[in-house]
């Protein structure tokens, strides 16, 4: 039988991470350095990454470019990591790439990681379907991240920066901002107008550019409109930080020499599968944002504050995340808050996260999975969030049983 590469390489990334740049560097190398026949704009940051990849995406796209897309995690299918002209790819020619890779990182005696492989099988995947940019966001943090191994950077974009994964990236901002600078190496940054004071400090003293000049902010039906340096644009993605990542992409794609309407055709064409998601089915509204860390719930609170009726809060996340900092920014706006445990290996303990919530809120419930929090949830607006890994799980839900 013909083995699954995309199952052997889901199961191989429960052996976890390992940071550091020469097993990924030493895998390009082996396979041609795919990395310098692209033409690479390289995304760090908390929060955003995924949005502003997206906004690149189709600015690139609109502008007449052919793309590759490398993100993660993925949302609805493993493949949209590894999208191409914004679609999903050929997955002949993606399991091709990943069996070559993998095939070759197993001769390894420091074996690389599953995503320092599909790091490098995306941007041999990009090569052979002949697109001239990739996108590529960083897994975590940034100076030692697989993705930052890549050379031939055109620009290098930094988003907003939060405390995050304190054990490996450091208990300051300066210390964070420290590693996502680690991916500006001989190219123009750019960097979110999103900081905190510390954080433009560090980035201030580096001379980067940031994207300031956001201005009237306007929601308007499927979206919201928002100026940036003269120019009106419209995007179908709500929260005011929405704004502020689709700036950045517009001046990270001005300076790689992409500018004129097709900024504002991009821009109004994207879509963000799990950012803020909202679909109304029998009578109640449900919002899907894998939003997971304290700073990226501002969007998700901006809708809860505003929202008439019922709520419930349907939560998970992982165990490296600030459990107890969300508890405390989202717990007090729910009717009832109900937990369950994330699919990943990675998962928080339902005693951990019960422990933070019930600080907040009396009426907390246990649940088994996705599917069993959903079906618990009784307010007319139930909001699932916490983290990536049950979005695609909560979608499906939704559609089978709404």
């Not at 890549?150 to 964070?176: D, M």
């Not at 165990?319 to 508890?327: L, M, P, Q, T, Y």
């Amino acid at each position: 039988m013909e083995r699954d590469i995309i199952d052997i390489i889901s199961r191989y990334e429960v052996r976890g991470s390992k940071y550091g740049l020469e097993r990924t560097r030493a895998l390009l190398d082996a396979f041609g350095s795919p990395d310098e026949k692209l033409k690479i704009i390289h995304i760090a940051g908390s929060n955003g990454k995924g949005s502003i990849a997206e906004y690149v995406t189709r600015i690139l796209l609109a502008a007449g470019k052919t793309v590759g897309t490398f993100t993660s995690p993925a949302v609805c299918c493993y493949a949209e990591k590894f999208a191409v002209n914004g679609d999903l790819p050929d997955l002949r020619r993606l399991r091709q790439c990943l069996s070559e890779v993998y095939d070759r990182a197993m001769t390894f005696y420091d074996r690389p990681t599953a995503f320092e492989i599909e790091t490098v099988a995306a941007l041999c995947l990009f090569v052979k379907c002949g697109v001239e940019y990739a996108v590529v966001e960083c897994g975590l943090g940034g100076r030692y991240d697989a993705t930052n191994a890549i050379s031939r950077k055109q620009v290098a974009v930094i988003s907003s920066v939060s405390k995050e994964h304190t054990a490996l990236l450091g208990n300051t901002i300066t210390e964070i901002c420290r590693h996502k600078a680690g991916i500006i190496k001989d190219c123009p940054a750019v960097v979110s107008a999103l900081q905190s004071e510390e954080g433009r400090a560090y980035f201030s003293s580096l001379g980067v550019m940031f994207a300031d000049g956001v201005e009237d902010i306007r929601p308007a039906e499927g979206g919201q409109y928002f100026t940036f340096r003269g120019n009106r644009y419209f995007i179908p993605l709500l929260g005011t930080a929405q704004c502020y990542n689709a700036a950045l992409a517009v001046l990270a794609c001005k300076v790689i020499g992409v500018e004129g309407e097709c900024v504002a055709r991009g821009l109004a064409s994207a879509h963000i599968f799990g950012r803020m998601e909202i679909i109304r089915r029998g009578g109640r509204t449900f919002v899907l944002d894998g939003a997971h860390n304290p700073a990226a719930f501002s969007p998700l609170v901006e809708y809860a504050s505003a929202a008439a009726g019922s709520k419930s809060l349907v939560f998970s996340c992982l165990s490296d995340k600030d459990v107890g900092e969300a508890a405390k920014i989202l717990g007090g706006l729910f009717d009832e808050v109900i937990i369950f445990p994330s699919p990943s290996y990675r998962k928080m303990s339902l005693d951990a996260i019960y422990a933070a919530f019930s600080k907040y809120n009396d009426n907390i419930i246990r649940a088994d999975d996705t599917a069993d929090a959903l079906a618990s949830a009784g307010c007319e607006t139930v909001v699932l969030c916490g983290t990536f890994t049950v979005i695609s799980e909560g979608r499906k839900w939704i559609d089978r049983e709404q």
